[in-house]
């Protein structure tokens, strides 16, 4: 008998949070624990909430692409750097997946929505364009289904488990 589905640990604020506009670090792990790490430039979060897929640029990903595909594990962390308000989201099943249509307009939105919240911190549109956009075509997504949400922002609860499966 096949396994009863599970209840997204993502909810809908913490989709819309993910969404807005947040500076993602994309984190992996080779098999003896080695970490890697690379930003991230976008996301999307199924629309039940199981599954959660980033995109990242496949120059600047190159290793944790790797470990991701031999270890499947993966934590994103989201933070918004003008309040330092800051999600880690974990899994143990990524995979890279083709993009779907419109995955690239959602990274450029992501980024726009990022280059507004910089701006506030007096980085300008090109300072994002220069570090963090490339060529579409070298554009990834990386899907999984997370088995841990986490605050991570800065305080006496940083760390502390918003959602956890066993």
């Known amino acids: 008998m096949p396994a009863a589905p599970q209840a997204p640990l993502m909810t809908p604020a913490v989709a819309e949070f993910i969404v807005g506009g947040l500076s993602i670090t994309v984190a992996s792990c080779d098999s003896r624990l080695v970490p890697s790490i690379a930003k991230g430039v976008g996301c999307r ?20 692409c790797r470990d991701i595909a031999a270890t499947g594990r993966i934590a994103v962390t989201f933070s918004r750097p003008s309040t330092h308000e800051t999600l880690q989201i974990k899994g143990r099943d990524a995979r890279t997946v083709a993009l779907e249509p419109g995955d690239v307009a959602c990274v450029r939105r992501n980024l726009d929505l990022f280059t ?32 841990g949400v986490f605050g991570q922002t800065p305080g006496p609860r940083a ?8």
């Open 116 to 147: 507004e919240d910089i701006g506030l911190l007096g980085w300008g549109p090109e300072f994002v364009d220069a570090v963090f956009w490339r060529d579409p075509a070298d554009l990834l997504a990386v899907r999984f289904t997370p088995d």
């Open 159 to 166: 760390g502390e488990a918003l959602a956890r499966r066993p």
């Open 45 to 64: 979060p199924a629309d039940d909430l199981t599954t959660l897929t980033v995109f990242l640029f496949a120059e600047s990903a190159e290793a944790t």
